[in-house]
């Protein structure tokens, strides 16, 4: 069985940093495309960031592209995202979500996400 | 970037009703398109991808349609445990974008 567990999140002011990390396991990690996807309190869902399975292609969404970096470690199985510059607007639930069998551009499975509040 | 607009935003439907959501891109997409089930504090769902394909273990009263900029998602004798919120998701391209939602709600 697939499983994604979060962590790192938290209270963080504006212009900080944060590195979420998510632990993998029920599956190859190394053959799969991983990505992030947040989610503002009471809204929709937003794209954030995507890693090839190797780790060597990267793409991110505007609003977090020169602050957020997404890596992998294929060793532990983990995912990561470091969030610096922090903003308000960066408040969210963030998924780390796998890719599927078919394309790696879709979020097959999902954590149960880590909430990031950017707060003073 | 590619813009996904649904419609409606909310929809009150009664267990045994057929329901239709509707998803419109901003460009073309050919058949990129996804649609996810999010119940409330729960991870979404994947249902269907390729516009039409439903996801392995997804009941077969959800069904996809449409290409190009134009989509639906019809759910066939809505089921208490369909009450949720449904996004649809293009990804024509590396920039992935979901639509506002869809929340589903008991009349």
């Known amino acids: 069985e697939v499983q994604l567990l979060e962590s790192g999140g938290g209270l963080e002011q504006p212009g900080g940093s944060l590195r979420l990390s998510c632990a993998a396991s029920g599956f190859t990690f190394s053959s799969y495309g991983m990505s992030w996807v947040r989610q503002a309190p009471g809204k929709g869902l937003e794209w954030v960031s995507s890693?090839?399975?190797?780790?060597?292609?990267?793409n991110s969404a505007d609003s977090v592209k020169g602050r957020f970096t997404i890596s992998r470690d294929n060793s532990k199985n983990t995912l990561y995202l470091q969030m610096n510059s922090l903003r308000a607007e960066d408040t969210a639930l963030y998924y780390c979500?796998?890719?599927?069998?078919?394309?790696?551009?879709?979020?097959?499975?999902w954590g149960q996400g880590t909430l990031v509040t950017v707060s003073s | 970037d590619i813009q996904m607009t649904q419609s409606p935003s909310t929809l009150s439907a009664s267990v045994g009703d057929r329901v239709t959501i509707t998803c419109r891109a901003s460009?073309?997409?050919?058949?990129?398109l996804a649609w996810y089930q999010q119940k409330p504090g729960k991870a979404p769902k994947l249902l269907i991808y390729k516009a039409s394909s439903l996801e392995s273990g997804v009941p077969s009263r959800f069904s996809g349609s449409g290409s190009g900029t134009d989509f639906t998602l019809t759910i066939n004798n809505l089921q208490p445990d369909d009450f949720a919120t449904y996004y649809c998701?293009?990804?024509?391209?590396?920039?992935?974008?979901f639509g506002q939602g869809t929340k589903v709600e008991i009349k």
């Open positions: 460009q073309s997409i050919s058949m990129w």
């Open positions: 998701q293009q990804y024509n391209n590396y920039f992935r974008t």
């Open positions: 890693i090839s399975p190797s780790g060597d292609g990267t």
């Open positions: 979500a796998k890719a599927t069998v078919v394309t790696p551009f879709l979020f097959g499975s």
